[in-house]
């Protein structure tokens, strides 16, 4: 069970978007529709931003939006904010009942 | 609303065993897979097991050798043990709650463990 591939780091401006993306196995995000995103501010416990590739919990902005395509999968954030500088994480539901998380990507908003 | 609380001690001496213990607030521990998940500092998340409200539980492959997480429904609390820990173990644990769509939608704020002598 090897990590999801992230990029380290990503940048962009204010009312820009960027795409974050996730990059798996068959055997993991090729195979299940249980991609989910987490945003994780310094300090804090990381928080639910998108479910099942797409979905977004109640409260969370849509300028967040997910895809899938084969074995990758990618988060959107469109808007850019300043509020959005954070680590990023995916995860897949791997099968088996286990879970794999991605690397991380540290947004940062210039 | 749904709330999680890690417990624990700080420092666990080398070869020595790693306990932590999740207490559930306003929820019963059923229908959702109760996780452990740590952070090495500096790191990414790595996912550590779970029990779920049947008593089952599962566990990350590259640790399960060590693992054992169990559950106190008359509590509500749910409990990770981590054997012969060493400085790698060194981590931010979280616990967790996994929803039917297999997302982690609630997260206690973390309690850091350090390995050391």
């Known amino acids: 069970q090897s990590a999801l591939t992230q990029p380290a780091s990503v940048s962009g401006s204010p009312d820009q978007s960027i795409t974050i993306s996730c990059t798996g196995t068959?055997?993991?995000?090729?195979?299940?529709?249980?991609v989910s995103w987490y945003q994780q501010h310094p300090g804090k416990a990381p928080k639910l931003l998108i479910s099942e590739v797409t979905k977004r919990p109640s409260g969370v902005s849509d300028r967040f939006s997910g895809f899938k395509s084969g074995n990758t999968a990618s988060l959107t954030i469109s808007g850019l904010q300043a509020e959005d500088e954070a680590d990023y994480y995916c995860?897949?539901?791997?099968?088996?009942?286990?879970?794999?998380f991605g690397g991380g990507t540290k947004l940062t908003v210039v | 609303q749904v709330q999680l609380r890690e417990s624990g001690p700080g420092l666990v001496k080398p070869s020595e065993t790693l306990s932590l213990t999740c207490t559930v607030s306003?929820?019963?521990?059923?229908?959702?897979?109760w996780s452990w998940i740590r952070q090495p500092p500096g790191k990414g998340l790595e996912w550590i097991g779970y029990?779920?409200?049947?008593?089952?539980?599962n566990y990350n492959p590259s640790l399960k050798s060590r693992i054992t997480i169990s559950a106190d429904t008359s509590k509500n609390q749910f409990s990770l043990n981590l054997i012969a820990v060493t400085a790698a173990d060194t981590a931010l644990y979280y616990c967790?709650?996994?929803?039917?769509?297999?997302?982690?939608?609630?997260w206690g704020q973390g309690t850091m463990v350090t390995v050391s002598s």
């Open positions: 306003a929820a019963s521990l059923s229908s959702y897979y």
């Open positions: 967790a709650r996994a929803n039917a769509s297999h997302a982690f939608d609630v």
């Open positions: 995860c897949s539901y791997a099968g088996r009942s286990t879970w794999v």
């Open positions: 029990i779920y409200d049947d008593g089952s539980a």
């Open positions: 068959s055997s993991d995000i090729g195979t299940f529709r249980l």
